[in-house]
């Protein structure tokens, strides 16, 4: 079964400082997608990334990086020069068919409360 | 990109009563809608997944006679609390398939709290 593990429960930093949050995965498939989403305190899943598991190549969009390792099962993302209103818990997650016929589902990590204070 | 509407964003709702809530596709239609339930710093827990003129499939341990959830058409599915209880009291997102890049489309979340 699929897992998605992102052990930091809650990180706090100041403003300008570069923040890495780490996400690993289980996956028993070789075709799999990847996703970062942000979750601000009013609730809605905002879209950061979608990664194919096929294509390893790091990925930078303005201050967002992201690092997939396959060997490791992980992809990380970073924050350079963060902003407080980075602030947010941040999503990983793991999409793979569930079964012959179904619908890719979502598995979502337990999520990171970064706070960047001012 | 895609949107899915969903309504209410908030609820409030007496002990024992039902409460509606409804996901639209605009612009696309959804064979297939996801649900989850967040409770309170806590990860999203994908409850069912609806599918267009079929029944839905629920994950183990949610009680279907409680959730009832309908997808009578492409670009609607509703969940529907039954006999909701202060238990009930979460964040609900609601998803779909988006037909572009990003995999997925999620709704704005209900937040249902039963007193």
């Known amino acids: 079964a699929q897992k998605v593990t992102q052990a930091q429960t809650e990180i706090s930093v100041v403003e300008k400082e570069d923040v890495t949050l780490d996400c690993v995965y289980e996956t028993r498939d070789t075709t799999y997608y990847l996703f970062w989403y942000k979750q601000p305190p009013s609730g809605e899943l905002v879209f950061l990334i979608r990664?194919?598991?096929?294509?390893?190549q790091n990925e930078i969009s303005g201050r967002y990086s992201w690092n997939f390792q396959k060997s490791t099962s992980s992809f990380n993302f970073t924050i350079t020069a963060s902003q407080v209103v980075d602030s947010a818990v941040y999503f990983c997650a793991l999409s793979e068919p569930r079964k012959a016929g179904s619908a890719r589902q979502l598995t979502f990590g337990s999520g990171t409360q970064l706070t960047v204070l001012p | 990109g895609a949107v899915v509407s969903q309504h209410p964003s908030r609820v409030i709702c007496k002990s024992g009563t039902s409460v509606k809530i409804e996901c639209r596709s605009l612009d696309f239609q959804a064979t297939t809608m996801f649900w989850y339930r967040q409770f309170p710093k806590q990860s999203l827990m994908l409850m069912a997944t609806s599918n267009e003129g079929s029944k839905a499939t629920y994950e183990q341990g949610v009680e279907k006679d409680k959730f009832l959830i309908n997808h009578a058409s492409l670009t609607l599915s509703t969940l529907t609390v039954t006999s909701a209880h202060p238990e009930d009291s979460s964040f609900y997102i609601c998803?779909?398939?988006?037909?572009?890049?990003?995999?997925?489309?999620f709704g704005s979340g209900t937040r249902l709290t039963v007193v």
């Open positions: 998803s779909a398939r988006d037909p572009g890049n990003r995999g997925y489309t």
């Open positions: 990664r194919n598991s096929f294509d390893e």
